[in-house]
């Protein structure tokens, strides 16, 4: 790291300090957020550490839909974002009004709604529960026998929960234009180059990549996954800043990015977004804020709450 970069990372853990302070980081992060994170997970893992933080402020270092998931657990304090535009695809792919209004027109139906982590308070404030790619099997076999299940939004997530479950459920036609990038010939591709390097995929993936994966898992069981197994060398089929993470936990192994069908670079624009500076600058300033209207931040932490309960 540069002099300029050791100074910047100084600044940042005085800041932190003088803030009372914690940084959250997801694994998507760019490998210079990660290394200055007190912690660095997937999406249940930072719903965790936001709801049970001492800090009196949280650096999200993430994208908008999770420095507001931490806002709804952590209402009394303050949720910093360092770039307010890190948005998501798949949030975006499901408003809140047009969920509202699908629930409306199809009330005889009575859903019970089940949304995906990344999605925004809105969509969290219509829902029943929550889940993560980590617990949604989980979350969907607690879910009640008797009630048709609308899983919002990614629809590749929710087809995998029910291969794995057998629940029928009806499913929002959402996607993460990352991990709909990856495709059956440039899987099929990478794997023909490196026939003993298993496959490890994330269920946003589509099922034709899925279908050639030896395992589909969350960013956090491939931690465990790759751990765990003997091979030397790991295809991994997700956003690179996994990647980073990987190499740090486990140097002595080799993991080859997934390449898509033009280039072995599934960087999502959003969460690359965020960079050293525009966190010195957020935890200096305690601006972009997150701020949620209180009878929606409310609403909203009810299925928060239930998913932390099913998954304890």
């Known amino acids: 790291m540069s002099t300029l970069g050791v100074d910047l990372v100084e600044e940042i853990l005085a800041l932190k300090k003088a803030r009372n302070a914690v940084i959250l980081a997801h694994n998507y992060q760019v490998k210079e957020i990660q ?55 798949l949030s975006d792919s499901c408003p809140a009004e047009d969920l509202a209004a699908y629930l409306a027109r199809n ?10 982590i990344n999605c925004s308070a809105g969509v969290k404030a219509l829902s029943d529960v929550i889940c993560t790619s980590g617990n949604a099997v989980r979350i969907v076999n607690r879910a009640p026998a008797d009630r ?5 939004p990614d629809q590749n997530l929710g087809q ?13 036609k959402g996607s993460c234009y990352v991990h709909v990038e990856f495709t059956r010939q440039s899987i099929q591709k990478i794997r023909e180059e490196y026939p003993e390097a298993p496959v490890v995929a994330h269920p946003e993936c589509t099922m034709a990549v899925r279908l050639l994966a030896d395992e ?20 991994i089929v997700t956003e690179s800043g996994m990647l980073h993470r990987l190499r740090r936990e486990m140097p002595e192994k080799t993991f080859i990015p997934g390449p898509t069908d033009v280039c072995a670079c599934a960087d999502c624009r959003y969460m690359k ?15 972009p804020s997150i701020e949620l209207p209180e009878a929606l931040r409310a609403r909203a932490e009810i299925p928060m709450r239930r998913m932390l309960e099913w998954s304890a």
């Open 148 to 152: 048709n299940i609308l899983f919002v």
């Open 160 to 172: 995998w929960v029910i291969e794995q479950t057998g629940r029928p459920m009806e499913l929002w």
């Open 273 to 287: 977004r965020n960079t050293l500076e525009k966190l010195r600058d957020a935890l200096a300033s305690l601006e």
């Open 107 to 116: 009330a005889d139906k009575n859903y019970y709604v089940i949304a995906y």
């Open 216 to 235: 589909v898992c969350s960013t956090e069981r491939m931690i465990s996954y790759c751990k765990n197994h003997p091979a030397h060398a790991f295809i």
């Open 35 to 89: 290394e200055v994170a007190d912690f660095v997970g997937d999406s249940l893992g930072l719903s965790i550490q936001a709801s049970t933080t001492k800090a009196d402020v949280i650096a999200f270092c993430g994208v908008h839909f999770m420095s507001e998931t931490a806002k709804i657990l952590n209402p009394s304090k303050k949720v910093i974002l360092p770039d307010l535009d890190a948005g998501c695809s």
